[in-house]
């Protein structure tokens, strides 16, 4: 399921997949209005005010003025298009390009504009001024025209749809609706089967690399487990989904027999192992959540730069990520271990948890925006804020690590004395709730 969902977004998110779609069902289309066109009897014809009855030579002029008008418009589409790809790398990020060529929007109107064109060009190219008045197309024709109304109202939407999409704060909204998506299919809430608690397997395993150069976008455990069930294996997996990984390396470690210290693993299952991880150029969200809370901080880090010099949009930034947070914190994380149907232990996985998602949101923004007091004073909030909403031990440890760090830049920041005692007081809140919580059942403990 999970392989389907990265090969999903990877294939989502290229500009060119709606349009070729539109291009394939634009000469469909074409093909069957000038095949059974001429069906239409010469009273539906003329009684039809909406469809054309001129000749033939007319009907190409006609066509010809709609196609030369429909590639002007289709020029311009591409040229607002890089201009505002251009003006996203610059202000927002080159890595957050892929929110624009993924969107389903901008795919569809350049789809429109590319498909009406083809469109146009097969049935111009099947009208002959040798027909008669009743070999014209008439209904391809007609739909032909309707689409050029449809795709000069495509371009005022598609101008309206960058113009926003451009704004900062637009495009961090856009940012956390994917998070929360990406939250709902990584961490769907479901209770675990088995009390988690730390183990390593015991004896000296034979660690394996995976020999691709890439990150890790899939691993299947589910087909790890199987493959463990299957030969009396148990794995220990060092990496993770987002990790990028160099050809050599202990990526994961086969133990075999009760001692751990079995015979060798033949070629054939290592392959079989191997075929498990999903490594490519770039990171994915089918099982990296980290992903999606890079790409915010980016944008806050970036806004926070000497350049941009923009605060108010770096602490959008902390307000949303404070949000995903609080959503993490009400859900169990993902299984750390796997165990056969006898209740074996059969693997162990390294996976994202809630001190490593804090870390990835938030240490970015703080070292950025260490001279910043309306940035670090919003982190001391936020961070006030996840204190009342947490639900077990760890998540507690992990919001006084976060403390500790924010205690340390405030009082190195150059900011008034006023500013100061404002974060101290979110601060000393921060402490205080979570000095209460001592043992609280946790959800999945790692």
Known sequence: MDKARNLFDIVSGKLWLLPLIFSGLSALLAILLISYGHLLGPDVVSAGWWLYSGEAETARQLLSSLLSGLMTMTSLVVSVTFVILTLAASQLGPRLISQFMSDRQIQSVIGLFIGTILYLILVLR????????????HLAISVGSLLTVICLMSLLFYIHKVARLIIADNMVQALHRNLL????????????????E????????????LRTVGHVQVIDYAALTRIAV????????????????????????????????????DDETIAALRACFTIGLQNTTAQDLEFSIRQLTEIAVRALSPGIN???????????LAAS???????????????????????????????????????SIR??????????????????????SVRSPDQADALREQLAA???TVEECHSIEHDKSSMQAYLSETRHVLAAIETVPADNPA
């Open 325 to 363: 947070f609080e959503a993490v914190q009400q859900r169990p994380l993902p299984y750390r271990q796997y165990h056969d149907d006898d209740g074996v232990l059969r693997l162990i996985v390294s996976r994202s948890d809630y001190r490593r998602m804090l870390n990835t949101g938030f240490r």
């Open 406 to 408: 924010l205690e340390q």
């Open 181 to 196: 998506v990406t939250l709902d299919e990584v961490l769907p809430g479901e209770p675990t089967k088995h009390v988690e």
């Open 310 to 320: 923009d605060p108010f949009t770096a602490v959008a930034v902390v307000d949303r």
């Open 126 to 137: 099947m009208i002959s001024d040798t027909l008669g008045k009743d070999g014209v197309p």
């Open 198 to 209: 730390a183990a390593r397997f015991a004896g000296i395993g034979q660690p394996v690399a």
């Open 230 to 265: 299957e030969k009396d294996l148990r794995i220990d997996v060092a990496v993770r989904a987002g990790q990028y990984l160099l050809a050599e390396g202990d990526h994961f470690t086969i133990f075999t027999g009760d001692t751990g210290e079995g015979t060798d693993i």
């Open 367 to 388: 070292q950025a925006g260490a001279d910043q007091p309306l940035v670090l004073m919003r982190i001391a909030a936020r961070l006030a804020d996840l204190s009342h």
